[in-house]
């Protein structure tokens, strides 16, 4: 009740600091329920997210069935962001749905979505930025900054991502597995 008689940017700053906050629980089912329950992110139980993730604007993210999102992610939600099935992020994974317009007089800030379609593997430190998709099964080496769409089973790799190689689409791994508590 309180939280209605804040100005809207000691709320933002609250809330942030909350979803933050709560990515520290040492419990995959608590951080999960949390999660869910107590901030508005869609994640199922077959999904989990390790320690140490901001999500900004949980409410406006999706997770599917089946997905691992490693440690110290940054998942903003605040233009919309979609992540499918058994997709895999490995550790410290950034994604970015807003930016500033870095031409405009005003440092105007835009958005626009992000979508991680099924079995796409985006390994340790790779940053998404605004308008991307990245398509199924594709795959983006360590320490890429993707720019562009990616095409499904393809790999990318470089600043900017830039394709590296191809991967075969028969695919039939589930992400079912996980350590508990980090
Ligand atoms: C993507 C990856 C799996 C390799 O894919 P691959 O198809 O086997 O690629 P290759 O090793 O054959 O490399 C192909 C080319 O891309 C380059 N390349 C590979 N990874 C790269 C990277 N991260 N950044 C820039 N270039 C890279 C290679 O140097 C090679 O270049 P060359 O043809 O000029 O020699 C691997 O590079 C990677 O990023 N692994 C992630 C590791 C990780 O995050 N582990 C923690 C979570 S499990």
């Known amino acids: 009740m309180a939280f209605r008689f804040m100005s809207?940017?000691?709320?933002?700053?609250?809330?942030?600091?909350?979803?933050?906050?709560?990515?520290?629980?040492?419990s995959q089912?608590?951080?999960?329920?949390?999660?869910?329950?107590?901030?508005?992110?869609t994640i199922p139980r077959t999904s989990v997210i390790y320690s140490g993730a901001e999500i900004r604007a949980p409410y406006n993210v999706v997770i599917g069935e089946f997905t691992s999102i490693?440690?110290?992610?940054?998942?903003?939600?605040?233009?919309?962001?979609?992540?499918?099935?058994?997709?895999?992020?490995?550790?410290?994974?950034?994604i970015w749905t807003n930016e500033h317009d870095a031409q405009d007089p005003d440092f105007k800030i835009t958005s626009a979505p992000v979508a991680i379609e099924d079995y796409a593997w985006l390994?340790?430190?790779?940053?998404?930025?605004?308008?991307?998709?990245?398509?199924?099964?594709?795959?983006?080496?360590?320490?890429?900054?993707?720019?562009?769409?990616?095409?499904?089973?393809?790999?990318?790799?470089g600043v900017p991502a830039k394709p590296i190689g191809k991967r075969s689409p028969a695919l039939r791994y589930c992400l079912s597995g996980y350590v508990p508590i980090v």
Do not use: Q
Request: proline share 4%; with cysteine.
């Open 8 to 26: 809207p940017v000691y709320r933002l700053g609250l809330s942030m600091y909350l979803t933050s906050a709560w990515g520290h629980v040492p």
């Open 123 to 157: 390994s340790c430190r790779v940053v998404v930025l605004p308008g991307v998709i990245i398509g199924r099964g594709a795959v983006v080496a360590a320490g890429a900054v993707v720019t562009k769409d990616v095409e499904p089973f393809t790999i990318v790799a």
């Open 29 to 41: 089912h608590l951080r999960r329920w949390g999660y869910r329950r107590l901030f508005g992110l």
């Open 70 to 94: 490693g440690h110290h992610a940054i998942l903003d939600g605040r233009g919309g962001l979609t992540i499918g099935s058994n997709v895999n992020l490995s550790t410290g994974v950034w």
